[in-house]
């Protein structure tokens, strides 16, 4: 048996923000985003996305594990996959799974599921990924605010009888000397919110922000990402023996205009299908890739476009550092 996905879905909250006309708007391409409520937490949209799931003639009953990517977590403990799996009614008999990881983070998850399942130790594995960001973020902090929205994507990952792999060419990387590229300094056990005075910053362009907040080195994670993901696209061809050329499409993590053409042009994708499209939703994380794919399915059904999706290739980057990247074969998607 090998590994397919074959359902996907996605939610996005109802509230809106718009991003101001300028300067970073042109640059990002991120017009709007979609911002939680004060009420909500990650979790209550992962528990939206799957219910899209189950809403169609699949069975919850066949669920029997849950994968749940989020670095906004309910509780510090206990995981938000089990009280995942109550809310969402599925069997006692169903694993259950946290795992803490950002941009890269559906990716890691794709793996995951591949593993469980062509191991033969699940047939059908749900793959949650919700983010909450913006509750992260100081609201006068206004180089960070702009770029991310929460969103939240459920994908189905099932056994099915085929001599091809549905999920290949499974590429990780790892640079822990990054972490304070992108980081939350305070919450954790490290830094405590009981026992850590809060601290103020104020850049030179008047972005606020304090230690509880995102912090976010634009410029370092911009060239983490020039530098790990032209390799990693290598190497993901290399174990596939696939050239650029047979690719159907390019879906990387949608972090924002400029990041997405300069990683299309270094990499020499620049005459081949490749998603870009942030306008509508910002960086969403471990959502992004998910949500991009949905919408290029949708796309192609709606222009008719018969495009084989056999070899699509996927590839995250962000928070950790960390990075993966393979390919996915999505004939097997029921829409």
Not at 5 to 18: G, K, S, W
Not at 111 to 132: D, F, I
Not at 144 to 161: H, K
Not at 169 to 177: I, K, L, Q, R
């Amino acid at each position: 048996m090998k590994a397919y996905i074959t359902r996907m879905a996605y939610y996005l909250p109802d509230n809106v923000e718009e991003n101001e006309k300028g300067r970073l708007l042109k640059k990002t391409g991120i017009e709007r985003r979609h911002i939680c409520a004060e009420n909500m937490t990650a979790s209550d949209l992962a528990v939206r996305a799957a219910e899209k799931i189950f809403a169609s003639d699949f069975a919850k009953e066949h669920i029997d594990f849950v994968l749940y990517c989020t670095q906004s977590p309910d509780y510090p403990l206990p995981s938000t996959a089990c009280i995942l799996q109550d809310r969402l009614g599925l069997s006692k008999y169903c694993g259950a799974l946290d795992f803490d990881l950002g941009c890269s983070g559906f990716v890691y998850g794709l793996g995951l599921a591949k593993g469980l399942v062509e191991s033969g130790q699940a047939k059908n594995v749900l793959l949650l990924t919700s983010e909450t960001y913006t509750k992260y973020i100081n609201p006068n902090d206004h180089a960070v605010r702009p770029l991310f929205g929460d969103a939240s994507a459920a994908t189905v990952i099932s056994a099915v009888e085929a001599d091809a792999f549905g999920i290949s060419g499974m590429v990780y990387g790892t640079d822990g000397s990054g972490a304070n590229n992108l980081i939350v300094p305070v919450g954790g056990m490290r830094q405590r919110y009981q026992t850590t005075p809060v601290t103020t910053t104020t850049d030179q362009y008047g972005n606020f922000r304090t230690n509880q907040n995102i912090f976010m080195d634009g410029g370092a994670i911009m060239n983490f990402a020039l530098d790990v993901v032209p390799t990693t696209v290598e190497k993901i061809l290399q174990k596939t023996s696939l050239t650029k050329e047979q690719i159907d499409y390019y879906v990387f993590h949608q972090a924002n205009k400029f990041v997405l053409r300069s990683l299309q042009q270094l990499c020499d994708l620049t005459e081949l299908p490749f998603w870009n499209n942030v306008s509508e939703y910002g960086n969403t994380v471990s959502n992004s890739i998910p949500i991009a794919m949905v919408d290029m399915i949708n796309g192609l059904l709606e222009s008719n476009d018969d495009k084989n999706l056999k070899h699509v290739m996927l590839v995250g980057f962000g928070v950790g550092l960390s990075w993966a990247g393979c390919v996915v074969d999505l004939s097997k998607i029921i829409n």
